[in-house]
């Protein structure tokens, strides 16, 4: 049984006439069918937002269809769990509240209230924005889609905006939680000169796709460069959550942790690994462990671990390492 409140909805906006609405709302039904897995009756209701009666386009029509905008989004299936994460107690507490509102949508909405659904993540490279994204996806049990912007991003006038809009009409009919890595592709601060016109128009649209997005699609929004964002992008975004570079100890936490998994002992301590990497990432760090398995795995078990990370710690010291550029 469809909720109440999109029933009323859709008695409301048939018999005032407001297309807009009864479009919204059908959307909002065929989400919650595809939730409870009824993808048949999904299927006849996005079938009959797109056709009138008589067969032809109705005004309603989505302007392209689902298997059209699948292209512009990577489906991947969520395998993070939350748990595994090394985050920022604020940063997780934040998350766990999101998800509790998306879970209990239904107890807010008897008060008149919509869960959260909007998250905006920055820091530098490799600390954990993607696989945030992918956890909120494996908590919430929902699709994980990842935008491709090579994809997306078109020469022609218009072409970017318009692919956006498929992305967003596309998102609209499922519950799921939809990915932008590297924001400031798309969202790039419209006061800068040095943008075209182009660039300018997209962010506009993006910004009024991203307001009319409907609570039950969570979409998380990575930038390594925050300060290129628009500004009007931030308050859209009801969580504005910083993910910055681990701390040596926060690294030998991750590697403690790591330990805890291993048959054998490392032979060095989880805070004199993370010493000896220097500053490293949280995807670096990650690295190093799945390097460290690999290893352990091709010897069928046959190497000692100790004896296998003390060699992928001299092989990690004499890897080549990125130029200071400040």
Known sequence: MARSDLLVSLVRAGASGDSRELATTVEALIAEERAKQHNILADRLERALRNNGKGGPSSLAVPDSAVRARDYVLEMPPRKRLEDLFLPELCERA???????????????????????????????????????????????????????????????????????????????????????????????????????????????????????????????????????????????????????????????????????????????????AKSLGDISYAEAEEFCKGVRRRVALTLGEGAVKSIVAEQLKLWKARARQPDTG
């Open 95 to 273: 998350c766990r509240e999101l998800i509790e509102e998306q879970q209990r949508a239904s107890l807010l909405r008897s008060h008149s209230l919509e869960p959260r659904h909007r998250i905006l993540l920055v820091g530098p490279p490799g600390n954990g924005k993607t696989s945030l994204a992918e956890a909120i996806a494996e908590a919430l049990a929902v699709p994980f889609f990842v935008v491709r912007y090579e994809a997306i991003i078109g020469s022609f006038l218009g072409e970017t905006a318009s692919r956006l809009r498929r992305v967003f009409d596309y998102a609209r009919t499922t519950p799921c939680v939809l990915f932008f890595d590297e924001f400031d592709a798309v969202g790039k601060e419209r006061g800068d000169v040095n943008e075209t016109g182009e660039i300018k128009r997209v962010v506009t649209s993006l910004l009024m796709q991203v307001d009319g997005l409907p609570s039950y699609t969570v979409v998380i929004a990575a930038s390594n460069h925050s300060e290129l964002l628009d500004r009007a992008v931030w308050r859209r975004f009801q969580f504005r959550l910083e993910l910055p570079a681990p701390t040596r100890a926060q690294v030998g936490r991750y590697f403690e942790a790591f330990a805890k998994t291993m048959d054998g002992p490392l032979g060095v301590g989880p805070n004199t690994i």
